[in-house]
Every structure is written in structure tokens, then in C-alpha cells.
């Protein structure tokens, strides 16, 4: 059974079932129109809008008793108030539409600011699929986002860990879009112990601790026996992706793939030794 | 993003049958590219996959708005018995320039019409967020029927998203204002 909430003249009330809300209307201490609330409705209703209680409420109380104190109702609306002098309503209405339009304008401008990011990953899944790839693995909490790509034929993995960096429209205004982001090549590797050998050196140095781009290290995901060759790099999302928002899937590809070859290259370099 | 990270933030998938809620994701994004949609937001964990594509051609709609939920057949035995299920949701997005109380007493009695229905294969249960004005509908898919099948699966996914979205247009077209 649904409960209801009224928002009656004395402060709030409920819940309370359907009958007893009718009850209360009926017995003059709630107005016809008094606003009400249950769980799933999206905001207060007039009582006397409901489609089900309102029905309900003509069957049981046809006219409202006399003395019920009903929610007040203007006799009549008042009359729309004179266009200013010289400027005709047309006029004005067109001056109010215009207002909204560039309100939107400035609006969208920042929403379109701190999605750009967003849509890059968009336009790298579809560059990656068309490639071959399938992705294997997203997550993303809307500033943060993981990518991992598997191409069925010869299971090597592809991983992109991109972060906005120029949230604000002040900063994408003043030095462009900027997001980091980190590419890893990988490729199944099936005794570990090559994997550690292959480590070996990372793990002798400090080298691990800075990452400024074109430094290319390897990292081994245990769980899956691949190693990785990876490398932090920062992009130009204004290269990629337009003011209107639409991603230049070729030039992104093109990219990827530079940058998949030369970690190609590093991990057969790493493993071979 | 530190070196040696970056595998700490996957899920280690070490097969492509524990990621196919991932790839039919994937699929969807290029589809919808393909069809003149464009992701721009994306939030995505170990339970539900949300994807927001915009379009500036369509006549109608401003988002479509696409989730899936994966409900079973992860693992290697309960996905050879029952197959990889999930519920793939649709949701159309009217967004109006202006939008005032009337409006949202009209779509509130729309939203009435809607109360009982709930939006299951292919029928649409319609919602309003003030500007707003949602058509969604919600069917249990099963993913094998679109992924790793070459074109086979990606005509099945672009003829099932065109048949969704084309549902869900028809079903707000009415609450679109005319742009002024």
C-alpha cells in the first residue's frame, strides 16, 4: 500500500494511507489542493491533480464543505504587463530567447571543457577496435581512465592510462587541452623468470620513481604473465579533437600506433637480452 | 601516474572470456561513432558500464544514454551453463533550451501514463529531469551475440541500437520545442 505525505497547513505529515489523506480532506482539516508526496513520485502534487485521488475525492466529496479553508486561487490572472515604449512584444521575447541561447553557449563551453578527456577515450576505443583490438578492460571514475586493448591474433595487450589535466576553462583557454598519458606494450611472457631478469635494472636504480616523458620502463603484471614496456607522455587534446567536439580518429591512430611500435621495439630488446 | 602503477589498476583479466561486458562496450562505442555519436562521458567499475554519446544531427534527441549491467556467466562454469547475460539499457535524452513549470506538469502526467510500465524489450518508460525529457528502455542481451563474430556481430549490435534509440526518439519526439 502506498503512503502518502501531506504538506498541510500545520507543517508536515505521514505517512499516512490513501483513506486516511481522504479522510482528512473530507473533514475540512486539509485543503483539496494541499501538495502531496509519496516514495517513487517526483515532487509534491496537488492532491486534487492525483489521477487516481482525485477521482476519489470528487466521488467522496463532490463540493468542498463549506467553511474548509481552500488554498487561496487568484479570481484571474493578473494582465501580462505593457511592453516598454517603442519595443513590441516580439521584440522582447526575441531579446529573452537570445539571453538563453548565449547562456547555453557559455554553459556548454564548460561542460564541453571537462568532457574533452572523455570524448579522447571514446575516440581511442574506436581507433583501437578499428585496428584489431578488442578492449578487455575500461574503468574510469570521469578524471581518471584505465584502457586495456587485446588483439586476438597475437595476444599482445595495449594499456592507456589517461588523466585531465586542464579541467577549468581559465587553463584549456590559456595553455590548450592537456592529458597525460601513460601507453604500455605488452606481451604474454610464460617463465617468470625472464620477467625478472628483464626487471632486473629497474629495480636496481631509482629510475623507477621519476616518470618525464620518454622514459620508457618495463612493469610485469603477474597476474596475467605479461610484461610490459610503458612510457608517459603528455598530449595536445586541441590536436585531436575539435571545438565541436568531434575526435580525429586518424591522427590519433597514427599516433597510437607510432608510439605501440617504438614500445614493440623496447619490450623484444628487454626480453632478448 | 607513477611508474609500475599502471597494472595495479587493472582487473587482470588473464582471459578475453572474463572481459566480454568490456568488449561488447567497446563494440558499442565504435557502433555509435559509426552512426554519428560521439562518447563523451564514461563512468565504468566491476559492477555497471555507462557510456553518454551526444549527437549534433540528430532531430531529436540532444544523448543517448547507454549501461550495462553484467548479471551472470563471468566465470568459466556458470558461463558454459547459462552464457554471458546482461541488461543493456537505452535512454533516450530530449533536452529542451527553456523549459518552464507547465511543461513539467505535462510531463509529469506523462510520467503517470508510464508508472506501470517498465521499459522491457523494447517498450519505453518515459522520465523528466525539469529541461529534460528521458524515453528508456532495458533488454537482457545476451553478449556472445555481438562480440567476436566479425560482421555478423556488428550488424546485430548496430541493428539492435538503431531499433532502440529509433523506439525511444518516437516515444519523447513529442516533448522536443522547436529552437527559436
Known amino acids: 500500500m502506498t503512503s502518502f505525505y501531506a504538506a498541510a497547513p500545520e507543517g508536515q505529515a505521514g505517512p499516512m494511507s ?3 489523506l ?4 473530507a473533514e475540512g482539516r486539509y485543503p483539496r489542493n494541499v501538495p502531496v ?9 496537488p492532491l486534487d491533480t492525483h489521477p487516481e485521488l482525485s477521482l476519489r475525492l470528487e466521488q467522496a466529496a463532490p463540493a468542498p ?14 494582465a501580462p504587463a505593457p511592453a516598454r515604449e517603442g519595443v513590441s512584444d516580439d521584440e522582447l521575447d526575441r531579446g529573452f530567447a537570445a539571453l538563453v541561447k548565449e547562456s547555453w553557449k557559455h554553459h556548454n563551453l564548460v561542460q564541453d571543457t571537462t568532457r574533452v ?3 579522447l577515450l571514446g575516440a581511442l576505443i574506436t581507433a583501437g577496435l578499428d585496428n584489431g583490438h578488442v578492449l578487455i578492460d575500461l574503468t574510469s571514475d570521469g578524471t581518471n581512465h584505465f584502457l586495456r586493448f587485446e588483439d586476438p591474433a597475437d595476444r599482445s595487450r595495449l594499456t592507456m592510462a589517461i588523466t585531465h589535466l586542464t579541467r577549468s576553462v581559465t587553463q584549456a583557454r590559456t595553455i590548450g587541452q592537456r592529458a597525460s598519458l601513460v601507453v604500455g606494450y605488452g606481451e604474454p611472457i610464460k617463465s617468470f623468470g625472464k620477467v625478472l631478469s628483464a626487471m632486473r635494472q629497474e629495480a636496481k636504480s631509482g629510475y623507477l620513481k621519476r616518470a618525464e616523458p620518454g622514459i620508457v620502463s618495463f612493469d610485469a603484471d603477474s597476474a596475467s604473465q605479461y610484461l610490459y614496456a610503458q612510457v608517459d607522455l603528455y598530449l595536445d587534446l586541441d590536436k585531436y579533437i575539435d571545438a565541436e567536439l568531434t575526435p580525429d580518429y586518424h591522427a590519433l591512430d597514427r599516433d597510437v600506433a607510432a608510439t605501440m611500435h617504438a614500445l614493440r621495439k623496447f619490450l623484444h630488446g628487454r626480453i632478448s637480452d | 601516474m607513477g611508474i609500475l602503477n599502471i597494472a595495479g589498476n587493472f582487473k587482470h583479466k588473464a582471459e578475453i572470456r572474463e572481459s566480454k561486458d568490456e568488449i561488447l562496450v567497446g563494440e558499442i562505442v565504435r557502433t555509435m561513432a559509426r ?4 562518447a563523451d562521458e564514461f563512468a565504468a567499475d566491476d559492477e555497471i558500464q ?3 554519446f551526444r549527437s549534433r544531427t540528430d532531430d531529436v534527441l540532444s544523448y543517448v544514454h547507454v549501461a550495462l549491467d553484467r548479471k551472470t556467466g563471468g566465470g568459466r562454469i556458470s558461463g558454459a551453463i547459462i552464457g554471458s547475460k546482461a541488461t543493456l539499457s537505452i535512454a533516450g535524452e530530449v533536452k529542451n533550451l527553456l523549459s518552464d513549470p507547465d511543461d513539467v506538469l505535462k510531463m509529469w502526467k506523462a510520467d503517470f501514463k508510464n508508472i506501470a510500465k517498465l521499459g522491457l524489450r523494447g517498450n519505453v518508460k ?3 529531469e525539469l529541461n529534460s525529457v528521458i524515453g528508456k528502455t532495458t533488454d537482457l542481451v545476451t553478449i556472445e551475440d555481438f562480440i567476436l563474430k566479425g560482421d555478423e556481430g556488428t550488424g546485430a549490435l548496430t541493428a539492435h541500437l538503431a531499433d532502440r534509440i529509433g523506439r525511444v526518439r518516437e516515444e519523447v519526439r513529442q516533448f522536443k520545442k522547436p529552437v527559436s
Open chain 1, 18 to 20: 490513501a483513506e486516511d
Open chain 1, 22 to 25: 481522504l479522510a482528512a480532506v
Open chain 1, 37 to 45: 508526496w509519496w516514495p517513487d513520485a517526483p515532487d509534491w502534487v
Open chain 1, 65 to 78: 464543505p463549506p467553511g474548509t479553508a481552500e488554498m487561496p486561487v487568484p479570481a484571474a490572472m493578473p
Open chain 1, 117 to 119: 578527456d572523455d570524448v
Open chain 2, 35 to 38: 552512426q554519428g555519436f560521439v
Open chain 2, 50 to 52: 555507462r557510456v553518454r
Open chain 2, 126 to 128: 518515459v522520465n523528466h
